[in-house]
């Protein structure tokens, strides 16, 4: 177990920035997942950390070594590609065994590793197969076991779970989290899915175009982004931008509020729509008038389009406890809390 730690990492490709001034630390354990769009350098920055790149400015050390200048053999570290890349056609066995061939380990104790490394991912048996008899998910796990079988210091996980079904890919949500645990392993995890990340992570790390936007612990991200792009890129949003004029922005008649405003101030106010509830709560709430635009029937739960304010747009998640749906058309009052509409950077 080692601690990673990135300080001012820059790359850029033909001129164009890439990464600019990462800068962050990835404690010993950790499950650390990094979100963020296509081709914001989620890819390029696990790069950096493996060593298949070298970056053009700042460090990475991990534990009390810098490695930066380190080739990525001496590193120890494990990695599992966005496309799984096994090779097509060696074994099973073969593929778990690549990393040891190339550390020296070799004959019975690499026979004995690759083992238990197919063990740890729930694969015995599967040693003499090739790459083309396994499922997706099977394949997946190989990619998995040829990762943790060098026993890194560092694992690092490229969108692992992006090409399985929902079911499957949960299933090895549960395992992989269990799995990293059990050996302890500092692990950086690149994902879309917002839901993973929330699910999995000790902390999760933003991207947006090649820079940190904020990083921290799942709920804490969640409940408090820092910017628009991160309160629309982890969860749904509703935004009301205004001026602060007696510590509330007014939107076409309806006074919204939260804690600490700067009065004076032109500023974006985000509110999750599950926060938002119908009826009209109680006073020094914010409240606004909306109609229903459409319901959408997602069986435990109902999301509702709205227009409110002005005719601007609203989401609001309602749970379906006593199977009424609002029909279109329908005027209704929203109401949330204050403590609930975050101030963010536009
Ligand atoms: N070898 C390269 N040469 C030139 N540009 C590159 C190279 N590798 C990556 N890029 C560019 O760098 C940016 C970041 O790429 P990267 O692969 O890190 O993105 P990503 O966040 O992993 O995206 P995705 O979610 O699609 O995998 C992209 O604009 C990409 O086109
Ligand atoms: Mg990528």
Redesign the pocket.
Known sequence: MSDVNLTGIA?S??G?P??TDISVSFPSGSFTS?L????????????IIAGF?TPEAGAVTIGAEDVTRVPVWARNIGMVF?SYALFPHMTVRDNVAFGLGRRGVKGAEAKRRVDEALEMVRLPGFADRLPKQLSGGQQQRVAMARAIVTEPKVLLL??PLSALDRRLRQEMQVELLSLQREIGVTTIF?T?DQEEALTLSDQVAI?DR?RIVQMGAPAAIYERPATRFAAEFLGDANFFTGRVESGAVAVAGSRITAPDLPEGREVTLAVRPEKISLGAGENGGNRVQARVLNAIYAGANLTYLMEGPGGMGLKVFAQNADGVILPKGAEVTLHWSPDHTILVED
């Open positions: 790359k490709y033909g164009s890439v990464l990094l963020g769009p296509s081709g914001s350098g989620k890819t390029t920055l696990l790069r790149i966005q490229d969108e690149v879309h991207l090649g």
